[in-house]
C-alpha cells in the first residue's frame, strides 16, 4: 500500500519569493512521482514528474523537484514565485512500471500575495 | 502534452434526473480513463476506473447503479450520474492516459442539483 503527505494545506507568500511545497510518500514499491497544479474550477495539469534517472526534474513554469528516495520526498520548488502561480498543487505517486491509479495528497493551496 | 476534453464544464440540473459527462482523449488511446470527485477544498477522490471494452472498477462507497460509467471505445467515456439529488452536486473530474506513464486530465465538470 502507498500513500502521500502534504504537509502544508496552505502556503502564503509574496511574489518574487521562493517557495517550497512539501511532499512525503510511503509505499513498498518503486514509484513514479507526479506534481500536478489545479487553477480554480479546472482540471490538473501536469508540472512534473520523476520516473527514473536524475534525481533533480524541472517542469514548467519555472518549477522543480527533487526526488530523494532516503527521505521518501518530493518536495516542489520555485525560486520566484509571480501571482499567476496560486492554486492548489497536488502531489501523487503511483506504483512505478504499472497502469496503477495515481494516489492524491490532500493538496496544498499557494497563495502569493503582491 | 496529451489533449483531454470533458463536457460539459457546468451543469445545472432538477432534482430526479440524470446528467451525463463525457470524457474524451482527443489525440491519443485512453486505454484506462478513471473518474475522481472533488468536494470544495479537498483533495481528488478516485470514483472508478475503466478500462475499455471491461465493466469499470468501482472504489469502495461508490454506488455503480448511481455513476454509470461506459467506456465503449478507446477514445470515450462517459458517467451518467442517475437520479441526481443534492448532494450529487460536485466537481467531476476525469483522467485518461494510455501506453504513457502519466495520467492527462480534463477540465472538470461542476454539476449543481436543485
Known amino acids: 500500500a502507498q500513500s502521500v503527505t502534504q504537509l502544508d494545506s496552505q502556503v502564503p507568500v509574496f511574489e518574487e519569493a521562493p517557495v517550497e511545497l512539501r511532499c512525503n510518500y510511503s509505499?513498498?514499491?518503486?514509484?513514479?512521482l507526479f506534481w500536478y497544479v489545479q487553477y480554480p474550477n479546472q482540471g490538473l495539469q501536469l508540472l512534473l514528474k520523476?520516473?527514473?534517472?536524475?534525481?533533480l526534474v524541472k517542469g514548467i513554469n519555472g518549477f522543480e523537484a527533487e526526488f530523494n528516495k532516503s527521505q521518501t520526498s518530493f518536495h516542489l520548488r520555485k525560486p520566484s514565485v509571480h501571482i499567476s502561480d496560486t492554486a492548489e498543487y497536488f502531489c501523487?505517486?503511483?506504483?512505478?512500471?504499472?497502469?496503477?491509479?495515481?494516489?492524491f495528497g490532500k493538496g496544498t493551496k499557494l497563495s502569493v500575495k503582491p | 502534452g496529451a489533449v483531454v476534453s470533458q463536457h460539459p464544464s457546468r451543469v445545472i440540473c432538477k432534482s430526479g434526473t440524470s446528467v451525463k459527462i463525457e470524457c474524451r482523449s482527443l489525440d491519443f488511446q485512453a486505454t484506462t480513463m478513471f473518474w475522481y470527485r472533488q468536494f470544495p477544498k479537498q483533495s481528488l477522490m478516485l470514483m472508478a476506473t475503466s478500462n475499455e471494452g471491461s465493466k469499470a472498477t468501482y472504489e469502495q462507497g461508490v454506488e455503480k447503479d448511481k455513476f454509470l460509467i461506459n467506456h465503449a471505445s478507446l477514445t470515450l467515456s462517459t458517467l451518467t450520474v442517475t437520479s441526481a439529488h443534492p448532494e450529487d452536486s460536485s466537481f467531476y473530474i476525469c483522467s485518461a492516459r494510455g501506453r504513457i506513464t502519466e495520467a492527462f486530465f480534463g477540465q472538470g465538470t461542476r454539476l449543481t442539483v436543485v
Open positions: 501523487a505517486p503511483t506504483p512505478g512500471g504499472s497502469q496503477g491509479n495515481l494516489i
Open positions: 509505499s513498498s514499491v518503486s514509484v513514479y
Open positions: 520523476y520516473l527514473s534517472g536524475s534525481t
